[in-house]
């Protein structure tokens, strides 16, 4: 049988592919360097961000080194994934604070409001239940912390209305965020507080 759209959440990024889109993007720091300098605002002195479909960690890890107060986790449904951005996170001798678990964005292994931040970067639309993703970052989530996600823009109606389902009453920003000219991706934050974003 031939794989099918199901099999891409789970082994789409395992095992060989995960280095692969990690040879691909390491081509692509200053873009999540780029990022991280625009969402470290809205991360409050000594806070605690999860990073969903952290993938290879490079946004992890680029926040990681412009906050030494922050504490961090990755998350990730890909074994190999999570190995490399831990990986990442010791060759940069910040794994005391900075660590990736597998995990399924649906079930997170976190309790409830230990988040002030979540970032999603480009994996949302992997996600088999966008709504059933997002109601587990709302769990996490403190009630004054934020969600940033940024992905393609073909998923901002889906994003939109399962936003609305799981984070109802939060204020949700949408920008295109320009990268050095580049139209990179949408973004969308979802928030309680305009001025930071
Ligand atoms: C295109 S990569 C993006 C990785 C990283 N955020 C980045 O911007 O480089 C998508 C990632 O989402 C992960 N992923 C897909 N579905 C997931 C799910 N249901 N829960 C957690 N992670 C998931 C994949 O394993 C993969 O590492």
């Not at 390491?26 to 999860?50: D, K, M, N, T």
């Not at 005391?96 to 678990?101: G, I, L, S, W």
């Not at 009630?143 to 109802?168: F, M, N, Q």
């Amino acid at each position: 049988m031939t794989r099918h759209h199901h099999d891409t959440h789970a082994d789409a990024f395992d095992g060989e592919s995960a280095r692969r889109y990690e040879a691909r993007t390491s081509r692509l720091a200053w873009v999540y360097q780029a990022i991280a300098r625009r969402i470290v605002p809205l991360l409050p002195e000594a806070g605690h961000l999860v990073d969903v479909g952290t993938g290879p960690g490079h946004l992890l890890l680029a926040i990681a080194r412009l906050r030494p107060d922050a504490r961090l986790t990755g998350v990730d449904v890909a074994p190999e994934m999570v190995r490399l951005a831990n990986a990442r996170a010791d060759d940069a001798g910040v794994s005391v604070r900075v660590e990736a678990v597998v995990a399924d964005v649906a079930d997170l292994p976190l309790p409830d409001r230990c988040a002030d931040l979540v970032t999603a970067t480009m994996t949302a639309h992997h996600w088999p239940d966008l709504t059933a993703g997002l109601a587990e970052v709302a769990r996490v989530l403190r009630p004054a912390g934020r969600l940033v996600v940024i992905d393609r823009r073909g998923t901002g109606p889906a994003l939109r209305s399962a936003i609305a389902a799981t984070l109802p009453g939060r204020e949700v920003h949408r920008d295109i965020v320009w990268l050095r000219g580049l139209p990179a991706y949408r973004r969308w934050t979802i928030g309680q507080d305009r001025r930071s974003t």
